[in-house]
C-alpha cells in the first residue's frame, strides 16, 4: 500500500510539473490568424490603453485576424476591434509577437504524438527576473496574497518601507497551521509579530497530527544587501499557549495525535510557544517560467525544518494562466516529511476579477494516521492580486 501512495505521489507531480517544460509557437511561416499568449504584460496593457479599455487586463485573451487585407481585426476579450485602430509601431509588434497561438493550425492523426515536440522551444521557457524581484530592499513588494501559505503580500508605503501580511507560514500547506503574521520592511529588514487564527486549524477534524500550532511573538529578518537572495532572521514564541487551550488543541475529536496500542504518542501535532525560538534563513533565486509575472526556487530552514521548492505567479501557457507553487519538507525532528502542492487557475471571473482571482486545488502528501503515505489534506486555496506586477 505504501508503494501505491508513493506511486500516487509521484504521477501527481509529474502532471503539475511537466507543463513547465511546455512549449511555445515556432514561427517557420508567417501567421494570421492566431491568438496572443499573455507573456508580455506591457504590451497588452498598451493595447488596451489604446482602444480605452478601463481597466487593462494584462492577461486578455487577444485574437488577430490578419487574413482579410481588407478587414483585419483584433479581438479582445471577445469585444472586435478594428485593426487600424491601433498606431503603426504598436501594429508591427503584434505581427512579430513570438509568441503565438496558431488557430489555423492543421491537425492530422499523427499530432498526438508530434505536436508537443514540434512546439518546444527550450530558450523561451525560463526568463530573467523583474528589477524589483532582485533587490534586497524591494523584493518583498508583491501583489499575491494568497489565503493559506506562500509569500507574503507586500505593500510599499514608499519605495523600500512598507508592510506585509500572511496568513499561515511562507512553506505550509491549506490547513495546516493557525499562524497568521504582520511585517514592516525597511531598507532590507524585515520585522513583525506573529499571532494565531484557530479556525484555520479546527475545520478538518481528522490527520492534524502533522500540523503547527503557535501561539503569538515576534521575528526579525534581514536580506543581505547583495541581491535578493539570501535572508536570515530570527523568530521567537514570547507567549504560553496555557491549559485550556492545549486541552482544546489535542482533545480526541482535533486529530492532533496519533497513539500506539500500548497508548504512547506514535504522531502529534507540533506546538511552538513558551519561549521558543529559532535562526531561519533562505536562499532563493527569483527567475520567470513561462512568463510569470514573480517566481522564486528556494531552500530554507524554518523553525528547525529542511525546506525546499518553488513558487511561480500568473505561468501562461496555451491562453491559460495558473499559479504553480510546491513544498516539501523531506526531514524534520519533530514532524513527518510532507509535499505541498498548490495549483491555482486565473481565468475564472469576469471583469476585474478575470485577472485579479485565482482558485484551484491545495494537497498536502506526508504519513497519514495509519502509517502509510497519502493525502493528508486536500483543499481549496484562494489567491488575489492587490495591484500590478511589475
Do not use: C
Request: no cysteine.
Amino acid at each position: 500500500m505504501k508503494r501505491l501512495y508513493t506511486l500516487y505521489f509521484i504521477i501527481l507531480v509529474l502532471i503539475l510539473v511537466l507543463p513547465i517544460t511546455s512549449f511555445a509557437q515556432e514561427e517557420e511561416e508567417q501567421i494570421v490568424y492566431y491568438q496572443m499568449e499573455p507573456l508580455d504584460d506591457s504590451l497588452f496593457i498598451q493595447i488596451q490603453e489604446v482602444l480605452f479599455i478601463d481597466p487593462p487586463d494584462p492577461k486578455a485573451e487577444i485574437i488577430v485576424d490578419l487574413r482579410d487585407p481588407n478587414n483585419q481585426t483584433i479581438a479582445i476579450k471577445g469585444s472586435l476591434y478594428p485593426f487600424l485602430a491601433l498606431p503603426g509601431e504598436m501594429r508591427a509588434r503584434i505581427i512579430t509577437y513570438p509568441f503565438k497561438i496558431n488557430l489555423m493550425e492543421d491537425v492530422h492523426f499523427a499530432s498526438v504524438f508530434t505536436r508537443v515536440i514540434d512546439k518546444v522551444r527550450f530558450g523561451k521557457v525560463l526568463a530573467t527576473p523583474t528589477k524589483t524581484q532582485i533587490s534586497p530592499t524591494l523584493g518583498y513588494i508583491n501583489p499575491f496574497m494568497q489565503m493559506q501559505g506562500g509569500e507574503r503580500v507586500g505593500l510599499s508605503l514608499k519605495q523600500d518601507v512598507g508592510l506585509s501580511l500572511g496568513i499561515g507560514t511562507p512553506y505550509s500547506g491549506s490547513l495546516e497551521t493557525n499562524m497568521i503574521e504582520v511585517n514592516f520592511h525597511i531598507l532590507g529588514v524585515r520585522a513583525g509579530f506573529f499571532s494565531h487564527i484557530d479556525a484555520m486549524i479546527e475545520v478538518m477534524k481528522d490527520q492534524n497530527h502533522n500540523n503547527i500550532i503557535v501561539s503569538e511573538g515576534y521575528h526579525v529578518n534581514y536580506t543581505i544587501p547583495f541581491g535578493n537572495f539570501f535572508e536570515f532572521g530570527y523568530f521567537k514564541a514570547s507567549n504560553n499557549i496555557g491549559e485550556s487551550k492545549l486541552i482544546k488543541y489535542f482533545q480526541e475529536s482535533a486529530g492532533t495525535v496519533v497513539l500506539n496500542p500500548d497508548s504512547t504518542v506514535k504522531y502529534s501535532a507540533r506546538l511552538i510557544h513558551d519561549n521558543q525560538s529559532y535562526l531561519n534563513w533562505e536562499f532563493r533565486y527569483p527567475l520567470s517560467v513561462l512568463g510569470s509575472t514573480r517566481g522564486k526556487i528556494y531552500v530554507a530552514q524554518f523553525l528547525d525544518e529542511w525546506h525546499f521548492g518553488f513558487t511561480f505567479r500568473e505561468m501562461s501557457l496555451a491562453g491559460s494562466t495558473f499559479d504553480l507553487t510546491f513544498d516539501g519538507m523531506p526531514g524534520s525532528k519533530y514532524r513527518e516529511p510532507q509535499y505541498n502542492i498548490n495549483l491555482l487557475v486565473q481565468k475564472v471571473m469576469e471583469g476585474w476579477g478575470f485577472s485579479a482571482f485565482a482558485i484551484g486545488p491545495s494537497a498536502s502528501l506526508s504519513t497519514l494516521a495509519s502509517g502509510g503515505f497519502g493525502f493528508t489534506k486536500i483543499f481549496v486555496n484562494l489567491r488575489f492580486k492587490l495591484g500590478t506586477s511589475f
